[in-house]
Nanobody, 121 residues
Framework: QVQLVESGGGLVQSGGSLRPSCAAS????????MHWYRQAPGTEREFVAR???????DYADSVKGRFTISRDNAKNTAHLQMNNLKPEDTAVYSC???????????????WGQGTQVTVSS
């Protein structure tokens, strides 16, 4: 059973930083794209950042220049360095990974349970 586990959320003041992580369980064969999404209360889930297995990244306009996504392929882990946080960044941040569990299975999407990020003004 594949699991994605997020950690590293928390409460921070406006202007502060956090670095949540997303780790895929050992029962994976290949991890392709890894993504971060977020959802604030009463809103739709929105895309935050993406990183390919080769390291290509892209970001939502709202976080460009403040957030950086990275990954450690050896550990099947992605990180989201969040700097200069604003109250409007408050949300549950969830990781999504496109991965396959064996050499002969097709890749599919898996989601983590999410980690809360709260930014106080």
């Amino acid at each position: 059973q594949v699991q994605l586990v997020e950690s590293g959320g928390g409460l921070v003041q406006s202007g502060g930083s956090l670095r949540p992580s997303c780790a895929a369980s050992a029962t994976t064969f290949r991890v392709n794209n890894m993504h971060w999404y977020r959802q604030a209360p009463g809103t739709e889930r929105e895309f935050v950042a993406r990183i390919t297995s080769g390291g290509t990244t892209d970001y939502a306009d709202s976080v460009k220049g403040r957030f950086t996504i990275s990954r450690d392929n050896a550990k099947n882990t992605a990180h989201l360095q969040m700097n200069n946080l604003k109250p409007e960044d408050t949300a549950v941040y969830s990781c999504r990974a496109d991965l396959s569990t064996t050499p002969i299975t097709f890749a599919r999407d898996y989601w983590g349970q999410g980690t809360q990020v709260t930014v106080s003004s």
